[in-house]
Nanobody, 124 residues
Framework: QVQLVESGGGLVQAGGSLRLSCAAS????????MGWYRQGPGKQRELVAT???????NYADSVKGRFAISRDNAKKTVYLQMNTLKPEDTAVYYC??????????????????WGQGTQVTVSS
């Protein structure tokens, strides 16, 4: 299948920056759309940003102008640059990927995959 491993979370003061990374691995993986979601304390998981295979991006209104999503298709990695962080950005951030992977020499499957999450804490 496909494994997604996030990194880059941590504790930062309000106004600071962090860069999250998410690397995909697996057998003959082809990545379609990728994205970042987050779940704050007592809240439902919400979309932060998405990026298509061609580089088209989409952002939640709450992060527009502060966050930037990008991807390196050769490295099978998606990034989230977070600037001007606010305490309300505190959440566990999850990477998501729509991916096709090989199940045998002649067949493949498409699935929706999630990383394990990385904690981002913004202090006031």
């Amino acid at each position: 299948q496909v494994q997604l491993v996030e990194s880059g979370g941590g504790l930062v003061q309000a106004g600071g920056s962090l860069r999250l990374s998410c690397a995909a691995s697996g057998t003959d993986v082809r990545l379609n759309g990728m994205g970042w979601y987050r779940q704050g304390p007592g809240k439902q998981r919400e979309l932060v940003a998405t990026i298509t295979n061609g580089g088209r991006t989409n952002y939640a209104d709450s992060v527009k102008g502060r966050f930037a999503i990008s991807r390196d298709n050769a490295k099978k990695t998606v990034y989230l640059q977070m600037n001007t962080l606010k305490p309300e950005d505190t959440a566990v951030y999850y990477c998501n990927a729509d991916a096709i992977y090989a199940v045998s020499d002649r067949s493949s499957r498409r699935g929706d995959f999630w990383g394990q999450g990385t904690q981002v804490t913004v202090s006031s």
